[in-house]
């Protein structure tokens, strides 16, 4: 069974940066497009990045693009997000997620994605 688990996250002001990583087991992971979501408390869950299986190919929320970086590690098992230029509007707990269809960039909705990782928090001081 796929699992993820996330790390990285952290509080750190206005303008300073955080990485993000997310490992995954199992040998799946390289078929797979993947993608970072965030929730901030009494919000839906929200589309920040999305990376294709070999990572050429990138998404990223009109609301981060700029300032995150999603990258990937298929040797590894490794998703990794790259925060910078924090706001505190950025603050949420971020979770990495595989989509349900393989070899896609999938939708940029949860309901795209059937595997979450627990999430870790992110949160950035005014």
């Known amino acids: 069974q796929v699992h993820l688990v996330e790390s990285g996250g952290g509080v750190v002001q206005t303008g300073g940066s955080l990485r993000l990583s997310c490992a995954a087991s199992g040998r799946v992971f390289s078929s797979y497009g993947m993608g970072w979501f965030r929730q901030a408390p009494g919000k839906e869950r929200e589309f920040v990045a999305a990376?294709?299986?070999?990572?050429?190919?990138?998404k990223y929320a009109d609301s981060v693009k700029g300032r995150f970086i999603i990258s990937r590690d298929n040797d590894k098992n490794t998703l990794d997000l790259q925060l910078n230029s924090l706001k505190p509007n950025d603050s949420a707990v971020y979770y990495c997620a595989a989509p349900h269809q393989a070899y896609i960039i999938p939708e940029p909705v949860p309901s795209a994605y059937g595997c979450w990782g627990h999430g870790t928090q992110v949160t950035v001081s005014s």
């Open positions: 990376i294709s299986v070999r990572g050429g190919t990138t």
